[in-house]
Every structure is written in structure tokens, then in C-alpha cells.
Nanobody, 123 residues
């Protein structure tokens, strides 16, 4: 099992920034991919960004079109933590953000999910 704990959400004004963290524990060696997803009120959960690696080296990052250039995902292997730096935030970025972990074998398969952290972008 892998446990994921997100943090860093909050209320920010449009144009502002937030950094989300996702700390992984447990059988983290079994994972080779992580991602951030979000779910806005009344909408389905959607992909934001995902990252996969091989031999602890970042291999490929894939951003959803609406966040590309504004959001950046990064990893700290020593801390088993993934970060999501979110800049130039817009009201439409308001959602619960979830961290996920899993594997990649030609396609992503996310088996583990965090509890989510609320991000609200409002003036």
C-alpha cells in the first residue's frame, strides 16, 4: 500500500500562486508514476498533470492544456514528495486537488489517491 497526504491548499486571489505538496509513504518503490487531478463543484474529476519515471530519473511529464505554462510539477526523491507549483491562478482553477500514485506500462494506472486539498481562487 501507498499512502498519500496532500497539503498546501487555500484561498488565493486571481493571479496569485500556491504550491501543493504530496507526501508518499509505504511501498513507494512500487510506484513509477504520480499525478495531480482536480474536481470542481458539479464537475467530474479531471487530470491536471502526470509524471512518470524510470530508475528514479524523471522520464516524462504531461500537462493538461489549460494549466500548461502556469503549473509545474516536481519531485523530491529523498522526501518521497511531489510538488505542484501553481502560478497565475484563475477562478476556474478552483477545485479540490488530489494527488495520485501508480504505474505506467504503456498507459497510466493510478491505484492510490490522497484525501484532497481545497484550492479556492477568488477576490
Amino acid at each position: 500500500q501507498v499512502q498519500l497526504v496532500e497539503s498546501g491548499g487555500g484561498l488565493v486571489q486571481p493571479g496569485g500562486s500556491l504550491r501543493l505538496s504530496c507526501a508518499a509513504s509505504g511501498r513507494t518503490f512500487s510506484t513509477s508514476a504520480m499525478g495531480w487531478f482536480r474536481q470542481a463543484p458539479g464537475k467530474e474529476r479531471e487530470f491536471v498533470v502526470r509524471i512518470r519515471w524510470r530508475n528514479s530519473i524523471t522520464y516524462y511529464v504531461d500537462y493538461e492544456d489549460s494549466v500548461r505554462g502556469r503549473f509545474t510539477i516536481s519531485r523530491d526523491n529523498a522526501k518521497n514528495t511531489v510538488y505542484l507549483q501553481m502560478n497565475s491562478l484563475k477562478p476556474e482553477d478552483t477545485a479540490i486537488y488530489y494527488c495520485a500514485a501508480g504505474s505506467y506500462n504503456g498507459r497510466y494506472k493510478f491505484d492510490y489517491w490522497g484525501q484532497g486539498t481545497q484550492v479556492t481562487v477568488s477576490s
